[in-house]
T-cell receptor, first 116, second 113 residues
Framework: DSGVTQTPKHLITATGQRVTLRCSPRSGDLSVYWYQQSLDQGLQFLIQYYNGEERAKGNILERFSAQQFPDLHSELNLSSLELGDSALYFC???????????????FGPGTRLTVL | GQNIDQPTEMTATEGAIVQINCTYQTSGFNGLFWYQQHAGEAPTFLSYNVLDGLEEKGRFSSFLSRSKGYSYLLLKELQMKDSASYLCAVRDPITSGTYKYIFGTGTRLKVLA
């Protein structure tokens, strides 16, 4: 158990819908990262928040957005869902913003999203 | 461009040693990580290299050559539970103090009895 929690574990929805995925980082971690993992694809970095502010952006679609709240939990919002958005969505957390030599990311169990 | 290459699949026998290679081409470099991921589960951290050389951690060792853009993960005394995907990831600076992590697609290791 990494200490990172994600809800829900599974989500099934229809095309065109909007969903929210939630992540709580490990106690003491200030950074939250979101990743998408599709079948046969590596982990794709979406976005990072550090202490409530957006820190880095990866391959995040405009239909997706995220935020980090004062209590440091984060939410990833996916809208106008398409079949291709079906994937495992992982959240990870680290103590700092990644600048430390051993600022390792610890991953949550993931949310499996199925778009029908 | 940004690229991380790993073999797709490898097979080895219980008790043996296996080496999983990773080559990378990224615009910057601030460390290389190895993660283990069992099917449908979260990646778990195995090792970190930022300087050239070998880092040893029990049955797992990781090597880095920055000049060659190359790393490997060495697993000794293989056990059945080592059957998993092994992900290589590079931390790439975007701006000063800002980083992104680029992951390879992973190497699926099957350990046979």
């Amino acid at each position: 158990d990494s200490g990172v929690t994600q809800t829900p574990k599974h989500l099934i929805t229809a095309t065109g819908q909007r969903v929210t995925l939630r992540c709580s980082p490990r106690s003491g971690d200030l950074s939250v990262y979101w990743y998408q993992q599709s079948l046969d694809q590596g982990l794709q970095f979406l976005i990072q928040y550090y202490n409530g502010e957006e820190r880095a952006k990866g391959n995040i679609l405009e239909r997706f957005s995220a935020q980090q709240f004062p209590d440091l939990h984060s939410e990833l919002n996916l809208s106008s869902l398409e079949l291709g958005d079906s994937a495992l969505y992982f959240c990870a957390s680290s103590v700092f913003a990644g600048r430390g030599p051993t600022d390792t990311q610890y991953f949550g169990p993931g949310t499996r999203l199925t778009v029908l | 461009g940004q690229n991380i290459d790993q073999p797709t699949e490898m097979t080895a026998t219980e008790g043996a040693i296996v080496q999983i290679n990773c080559t990378y081409q990224t615009s910057g470099f601030n460390g290389l990580f190895w993660y283990q991921q069992h099917a449908g589960e979260a990646p778990t951290f195995l090792s970190y290299n930022v300087l050239d050389g070998l880092e040893e951690k029990g049955r797992f060792s990781s090597f880095l050559s920055r000049s060659k853009g190359y790393s490997y993960l060495l697993l000794k005394e293989l056990q059945m539970k080592d059957s998993a995907s092994y992900l290589c990831a590079v931390r790439d600076p975007i701006t000063s103090g800002t980083y992104k992590y680029i992951f390879g697609t992973g190497t699926r290791l099957k350990v046979l009895a």
